[in-house]
């Protein structure tokens, strides 16, 4: 399943400045190819849950087949994550 580095977890406590209690969706979006979605929501029964450096990711059972064996990593020439 998706693995997440502590880097683009550290970019999203950050940028979205959360606190222990916010959880984070990860989710599939657009119209014209896939992106990746982003937003403060509450995770449900049954959502794929994980914590990194003390943020808490989660997806929705329909989103999964996009995160398959991919990364979220911090981008290494500049400020933005990326999904590979």
Same mark, same amino acid.
């Given at each position: @399943? ?8 550290? @970019?999203? =406590? ?6 222990? +209690? ?5 989710? &599939?979006?657009?119209?014209?190819? *896939? *992106? ?5 929501? #509450?995770?449900?029964? /049954?959502?794929?849950?994980? &914590?990194? +450096?003390? &943020? #808490? ?11 398959? +064996? =991919?990364?979220?990593? *911090?981008?290494? =020439? /500049?400020?933005?994550?990326?999904? #590979?």
């Amino acid at each position: @399943m998706l693995q997440i580095t502590e880097r683009a977890a550290e @970019m999203y =406590k950050d940028d979205m400045e959360l606190t222990s +209690n916010d959880e984070v969706r990860l989710f &599939v979006r657009g119209a014209e190819g *896939f *992106f990746l979605g982003v937003d403060r929501d #509450h995770s449900e029964q /049954g959502d794929w849950t994980v &914590v990194v +450096n003390g &943020v #808490h990711f989660f997806i929705k059972e329909d989103d999964l087949w996009l995160f398959e +064996n =991919k990364t979220l990593d *911090f981008c290494e =020439k /500049g400020d933005c994550i990326k999904l #590979h």
